[in-house]
C-alpha cells in the first residue's frame, strides 16, 4: 500500500466524513471521543508492558489498533476547524529543534 501524506489523509476522512448528513463532531465532542480513544489506548499499553494483565475473558486488543483511532479523531478535529495538519508538523518540529536543541544527550555521530 502507498504510503499516504497529511494532507491525503485528511482529504481521504473528510470524503469520508462529508457522506453522512451529521458532518463533523463539535470540538467539545471531538475532545471527549478523543479522551475516549487515549483511555483505549492507555488500557492496551498498561496490558502490554504494565503489570495489569488482561482478565481471561477480555478480548485482545492492539496498539497499533488504538493509535489509529486516535490518529482518526485528530484528523477529524483538524478538518473540523479548518486546520492543516503538515503545517502543525512542521510549526511544533520547528518548536523542538529550536527550544529543545540543546536539551537532550545527542548521539555520537561516528
Known amino acids: 500500500m502507498k504510503e499516504k501524506t497529511l494532507a491525503e489523509m485528511q ?28 483511555g483505549e489506548l492507555a488500557r492496551e499499553v498498561n496490558h502490554t508492558y ?12 492492539s496498539i497499533e489498533l488504538e493509535l489509529g483511532d486516535i490518529l482518526f479523531i485528530t484528523i477529524c478535529f483538524a478538518n473540523s476547524l479548518g486546520m492543516d495538519l503538515t503545517e502543525a508538523h512542521n510549526n511544533v518540529m520547528r518548536k523542538f529543534s529550536t527550544r529543545d536543541a540543546d536539551r537532550w544527550t545527542k548521539k555520537d555521530t561516528e
Open 11 to 38: 482529504r481521504e476522512v473528510d470524503e469520508y466524513i462529508s457522506q453522512f448528513k451529521e458532518g463533523y463532531f463539535s470540538p467539545l465532542a471531538l475532545i471527549a471521543r478523543m479522551s475516549e480513544e487515549l
Open 50 to 61: 504494565g503489570e495489569k494483565p488482561k482478565k481471561p475473558d477480555e478480548p485482545e486488543g
